[in-house]
């Protein structure tokens, strides 16, 4: 039985709760005015908890549709964002992929919407595990990606997005991304943050003007989306979204600073989080929840000796390029390790790919080696976490790459196939 | 109903300017035209893909003078419904400043409905989102060139069905019936008094409302531009067409359409047919084919309005 409770201010208090109840604790705390969902596992109790949160009177004035699709999750959430509230949704892989026409349709349109991905695979065959393919595949659509390590993070990561994608020289969207399951279905303690401090960190809710630029008024008619010839301005709209998203990396390490000074959590700096690197010769990026494991992978080979170190990738796009170069340049050898595929790329992982691709004409050369695990929601136990950097380790040693690569990458955990 | 005078007098204000680049003839312009006079300016429109997208305007020229969002081919239901939900949590939070008085229109042709749309609309229905929904209707793709499209009549040639269509037009106000919505019409650019009757009323329910208007389309069917009103009118006279209003289940023939309840007083459907290019390859069978689906439309009608009569 869900009780009815009347706008109770939020107090900071630390629950135990799944990464997905985090996720719509982080939506209530952000007072966001407008949310619509489709189900699909494992993203279901996000959009179960928002029920109750909103039936349940605890987020007045919020608006809750649920839709019968995702292409219509993202169509209503882009319409509601068009006319001036904040909005989120949340979705996972099948249902990323239907909402693909309207992803590409909310960045074009620049509008702040923050959309949680409890990550899995793609079928066929069904897959509902976690895999950061789902996410990657929205790569190129102009949205932000953040990926997440902990059931606190998700919760701080929707914050700081909301900061960033309303930010007026921004306005774009933004994924936060955690593994399925693993996060999602998990719990853990995460700290709700005091609503009032909440409030005091993020920008204040878009008035009744709506966004600037951006609105839906009967008082200043505005037509979003014309059709514009080649001669018109669009190459220049698709270069301001890639111009903006590249000055995004600033904006969103100073609200990681800021977020800090609000809440005592830090994140590195915003779009990497070292770990051990200081002094390592051995590295290894690594992203979702994989990190996490791999800080204590990390740590027992230090107890071992060795000089390794680790980078959790926090956003992929924007792509922490600059981070990266000096990264590569500390380490001889650097590990990159993907939980998601793409096909036909020169290494198979997407950002094993693009890791080699900025190191290109930097004089950086320093090894580096594409890895794969945890494809599909494999599992990857701390034992192997170890061996992954002890492959490292042993390719600084003899120079020589391994011999069981698979067209250059390391597939690890791999079963035998014909 | 209310007179010619009155109308215009009502509505002298315009919405959708001059200056579009609309065909001339165009069904569509004479629709969005009178709808927008019914409900005034305190409305916004989404338009999924569809010859609308294109005529209000090349960026950056526009020809709305009010909100106007263009969307995504299969996405103008749930759009709107977007929309309508922000204005209710503008209201909550700006009480009194008329956003809970704002009208959620979506302007979408037979394709955006009837096929790529009708799963978001068929949502917005069951939900009862407080949206007007208007399928503009020229039965065809015509915004990429005349292909079919489910709404295309028996026996049409479009450039997708070169010897005429094999399959009956679908019935979009009947599935829309089926959802129990508070309100859904038909209607026609010939009958603009009743065209702009309708709006006015949809306007002031509250729910998901649904009007379906015929809007002939000079290039796409075959015949000359200054006939647009004339087609429409054959369209009714022949019986082809039926102008009715389902107002809480209850449906009623509207006046245009009254006088065809008697089939002795409909026009032979060889002369709607004959006028228009699209039919030109009509055989005598499929001609008895296509007047035995007007036949049955109004079979059912009458037994329906019948049944709630007693």
Known sequence: MISKTNNIIQKRETKIIKGNVAAAYAAKSARVQMISAYPITPQTTVVEKLSEFVDGGEMPGTQYIKVESEHSVMASVIGASIAGTRTFTATSGQGLFYMNEMIHWAAGTRLPIVTAIASRGAAPPWNIWADFSDVINARDTGWMSAFCATHQEIYDEILMSYKVCEDYDVLLPKFVAYGGFILSHTSKPVIIEDQDLVDQYLPPLPDEKGWPQIFLDPERPMMHGNLIMPSGFYSEFRMKIQDTLMKTKDKIKIASKEFEKTFGRSYGNGLIEEFNMDDADVGIIIYGDLALQMEQAVEELREEGYKVGMVKLRHYRPFPTEDIRKIAKKVEVLGVMDRATAFGSPTGGPVSGDVLSCLYDTGITTKVLPMMAGIGGREVTLVQQKEELKTLIKIKETGELPNNLIHGTLWDGILEVK | ?????????????????????????????????????????????????????????????????????????????????????????????????????????????????????????????????????????????????IQRSSSTPHSAITTTTPFGKQRYKKNLPRIMEAHEIPYIATCSVSEPLDLYEKFKKAKDIEGCKYIHILAPCPPGWGYGAEDTIEMARLAIKSGLWILYEVENGVKTISKASKKYVDPSKRIPLIEYLSKQKRFRTVSEQQLIKLQEGIDKSWKVILSEIEAQEK
Not at chain 2, 34 to 48: C, E, F, R, Y
């Open chain 2, 1 to 145: 109903m209310v007179t010619i005078k009155e109308t215009l007098n009502e509505a002298c204000e315009e919405y959708f300017l001059p200056g579009n680049s609309c065909c001339a003839g165009c069904g569509l312009e004479i629709a969005l035209r009178w709808a927008m006079k019914a409900l005034g300016p305190k409305t916004a429109l989404v338009t999924p893909a569809s010859c609308l997208n294109v005529v209000i305007g090349l960026w950056p020229k526009t020809a709305p003078n009010f909100p106007f969002i263009n969307m995504a081919f299969a996405a103008g239901a749930s759009a709107a419904t977007g929309v309508d939900a922000a204005f209710k949590a503008k209201a909550y939070r700006f009480p009194n400043q008329g956003w809970d008085k704002m009208t959620t229109l979506v302007f979408a042709g037979d394709g955006g409905t009837t096929d790529i749309g009708i799963q978001a609309l068929s949502g917005a229905a069951e939900r009862n989102s407080n949206i007007l929904y208007v399928c503009y209707d020229n039965e065809a793709y015509m915004n990429t060139g």
